[in-house]
């Protein structure tokens, strides 16, 4: 039994907390979502499906001072919060702790280096999957697979996701995976968020199919013109390949949407933009999908008259 | 009292029609949207808004066989039905008649002209607009102008024109007026269609501000590379001005999306591409707004399940 903080409430906080306590971690959820920490005290982590158990005990605080010192702690906040959370973990997080971020995006783990230094922050690609169905309540997606960089003290907390049945790799190349997936995202999510479909949709006509594949070319070419190789060959067959695999699944940016919270779009096309800029590339579709996520994001703010009791 | 044929009878054929009428032209209606031709049998056009008459005689057909040679003609249909309106007209139109196209967008006066011979076609540009209510029944916008060409065989038209209350100046220079509305369409309708919201809105956040300026620039360069001059000095402050003077209205490709209708997307972003393309520049702004746009209608399309009542 290990203590172990996982710094956020949404989806994919809740689905690491369940499985983390079904096998007898002592789970902690550190969140700002007051409604979503309410719940899991109350009545656990709940799972929507048909799995054998549905209510997993856990740990629900806003109060850092309720915390000890935290040795493990996965970090799974969107990457808007990123720095918030990380200034929070500053104060609690022991001399010798380490935290995972399995974050979507790009520039999550230099913004924990900074706060955190180097040698607590570490990051990992995670394909697991699920969908924030209520307060404390989460659907998880099919199984996937979580990829981490060997990194001194990190063995712990992959002994722990191991035992509570996470498929874990050990990769060298974290790098490439963090683009793989980042050229997936840039592809499927403004997409799908803008055109109010679900994943797979997008391969249903050929207008669709070409913005798809002009926002992978596009990262793709920046990932080349950076020396990163993706874990593919062409850019455009992995994000079909993927949009078909997931053909039933509303994405995370499509979900943040619809319930009016902010997106990962900076993590996302706005990472591009810049990383393209670095390199004296144009990113023109990935501008283009930031600037409308973030017109649609403004639009939603002013319409919703800045509720912001929005989930994390 | 002249025969006037106006093709089309959506709000700005019922605009036109109702108008002409009331100076006691004898207007008929050509239109495929049954309901609407109708309506307009049935109860004349009907004006909604505070007007002195709010209804006006007009004869509605969806028969050629019904009409006498025409001599005198308005095309008022969407761009995306012009070739199919030309052809109509090929079989009904008088070899000495004339057809004033005041359609938005770029390429229906090419279409026209092949169809019906350069003679006996025409276009103008106008910023009078309306809003369709229902069949047959349509709100005016505000009083507008409509900007024409001298051309043998245009003056009758013109003078009933004029007589029903419509201001209209005679220009050298239309390409250069055409240009102008184009570059402030595709800076307007496609991202007032895609955020769902009015054109003032796009006025309200920064990164609808910054695609509106992308948009229009990116098209006022395609011009220049065309050796067309519009008539304001610069794109980006005569489309935020056109956004501010019609804040309140919902352009006329948001109505079309709102209603499920085929948008003019191509005669406008579709236009500015092809144009570039021809003079070696890329415009990847009114590409992306372009397919975006077409994604949009061809999910609705799927999710309509073919219903193909549209209106005109």
Redesign the interface.
Known sequence: MTDILIVGSGAMALLFGARLAASDHKVTLLGTWRKGIQAINQSGIRIAGDLKRDSFPAQGVTDLSKIPPVKLALLLVKSWQTERAAKQLARIMDPEGIVLSLQNGLGNLEILGEILGDRRATQGVTTYGATLIGPGVVRPGGEGIISVQPQPGLDPLIQCLKQSGFSIQEVENLSGLVWSKLIINVAINP?TA??N?KNG?LL??K??K??MS?AAREAGNVASALGIEPGYEDPVSAVEAVAAATAENISSMLQDIRRGAPTEIDAMCGAVVRAGRSVNLNT??NE??L??I???E??MR?SENENNDNNE
């Open positions: 997409l803008l055109l479909v949709q249903d006509n207008y669709s070409d913005l002009l023109p579709v283009i999908m600037l409308l973030q017109a649609r403004n639009i002013i």
